[in-house]
């Protein structure tokens, strides 16, 4: 299996002739107004560009996953981070087959996208010769996630490869430690920007729940939703050094926009 790390939550996983793009938010640097206006530094939207190889791997996209997508139908509660104008584009255009959470079907099909699965909480489905279970995703605490749009994380098993939890957009729950323990990925996803808006608590883990994350998982980890969002201060730098405080850089991939990570089978 391999890994192309293609900007903040957006990559793609290879898995024979598969590749399977992950939350596509595919628009020019600055393409998105800011999510923070006072809390963090005043940017917009994604504050970096698609690295050189992501229209080679576009190209060879035949699946994707949606962790999450909006808020009661509300165009202006579209998470464009993960599922912007042109990455809803690409997939009307080219009718890649999607899953996606069940909350999030309608949605999808309004807009002109092939849903191919549409996956309900802890009920594994059949997914390219192995299966998929979606994993609840709670995106923030206390009144944040009511606010947020709350997605799903995804367990996937394919045919002779490791197996792969993308967690989402997320806080750390009893969930997604449920997901860790119970289905021992070898391969964790973990969304860790730290974002938070203007008012409230944050929306992703805060580092101690990365932490906590990191060192609950059974295998390896790959850091992503990092230094492309004006709302998430943590960068790979600070990610790196707290790892390597706490004994848990050996176990960690923190990879750079456009990077591929080869991950074998033990």
Known sequence: MKIHHIRNATFVIESGNNFILIDPMLGEEGSLPPFAYFRHKLRRNPTVPLPNNASQLLDQTTHCLITHSQKWGIELLTHTDHFDKMGKEFLQKNSIPVVCRQQDAAYMTKNRIKVETAATYWKTEHFLGGEITAIPALHGHSWMHTFMAN???????????????????????????????????????????????????????????????IQTSPGKVIANHLEALNHCPTTRSHLRRELEKNGLLAKTFIPNDGETLTIEVN
Do not use: H
Not at 160 to 178: C, F, H, L, M, Q
Not at 186 to 209: F, H, K, N, Q, T
């Open 151 to 213: 997605g799903a994380g995804f367990y996937i098993k394919l045919p002779n490869e490791p197996s792969i939890y993308v967690s989402g957009d997320t806080v750390y729950t009893n969930d997604v430690k449920r997901a860790l323990i119970e289905f021992k990925p070898d391969i964790a996803v973990v969304a860790a920007g730290s974002a938070s808006l203007d008012v409230g608590g944050p929306i992703l883990m805060p580092l101690e729940e990365i932490l906590t994350f």
